[in-house]
């Protein structure tokens, strides 16, 4: 169970996480922040479970969890009161690594999403936009994080490709310190220039210069990564050309 009222205790954020959303089971958290969004759901609401059990990734990917184990949560975010929009992958990104980092775990950054300790995924992201009228209205900032998972919590296919922080240092974290240090940073991070943002996650990133591969309208991409360029766009030289794409940030077109 995730005690709310000792996240919040930690917490030294303005406006992200003043209200959490706490369920014992829920299919997605992200799902569920666009239906509190319908209901009025506030700025920087967190919706949290201890059992996500249809958690969604990138290209209608499944995120598994372990159950009162890992972090699975996310932030209701209004459009008109953050910046460009297409950064919050990347300030995401930012905060989950950082968090590790609060607690002796140096984490990289592994474009477009992942999180990495030890070169094994130990978080993802999964930013949601919705626009209305061709204007974006409210964004969700889906996060997961392992936490303290054992080995045989993942599944036999990502045994040897997953970690956790418990895995990684031998001990035991409290949920909702390492939730608490998460929401922080990524406020902080809300607050900062383009500029700012990208020279972070740059610093961050454990690929610059390296080969890569990753999906892009569904045919798989490998070359160089480079950077960022100056619009948070991927910069990758692929076959000898320099090519850019764009973060990881999913539009949904709002119908009402």
Not at 171 to 191: D, I, K, S, T
Not at 223 to 236: E, M, Y
Request: charged share 20%.
């Amino acid at each position: 169970m995730i005690f709310t009222q000792l996240v919040q205790a930690n917490l030294t954020t303005k406006f992200i996480g003043k209200t959490i959303e706490y369920y014992q089971i829920l299919e997605s958290t992200n799902s569920e922040a666009w239906e509190l969004i319908k209901d009025g759901g506030a700025h920087g609401t967190v919706v949290i479970t201890d059992n996500q059990t249809s958690g969604k990734g990138r290209r209608s990917n499944i995120w598994i969890s372990a159950p009162s184990r890992s972090l699975t949560f996310s932030v209701i975010l209004s459009a008109e009161k953050i910046g460009d929009l297409k950064m919050l992958p990347l300030t995401a990104a930012i905060a989950a690594a950082d968090a590790f980092k609060a607690f002796g775990l140096p984490a990289e950054l592994k474009w477009p999403n992942d999180i990495l300790i030890n070169q094994k995924k130990a978080g993802g992201i999964l930013s949601e936009s919705k626009y209305r009228g061709g204007e974006p209205s409210s964004a969700v900032v889906g996060i997961g994080l392992n936490v303290n998972e054992e080995k045989e919590d993942f599944p036999a296919v990502l045994a040897d490709l997953a970690t956790s922080m418990y895995l990684a240092s031998g001990n035991r974290q409290q949920r909702e310190r390492v939730l608490a240090e998460c929401l922080n940073v990524f406020e902080h991070c809300l607050m900062l220039s383009n500029d700012d943002v990208i020279q972070k996650w740059t610093k961050r990133c454990g690929h610059i210069g390296k080969q890569i591969s990753f999906s892009s309208g569904g045919e798989t991409v490998s070359g160089i990564f480079t950077g960022l360029n100056d619009s948070g766009t991927a910069v990758v030289e692929v076959n000898g050309k320099q090519k850019t794409y764009s973060p990881a940030m999913i539009s949904i077109e709002a119908n009402s």
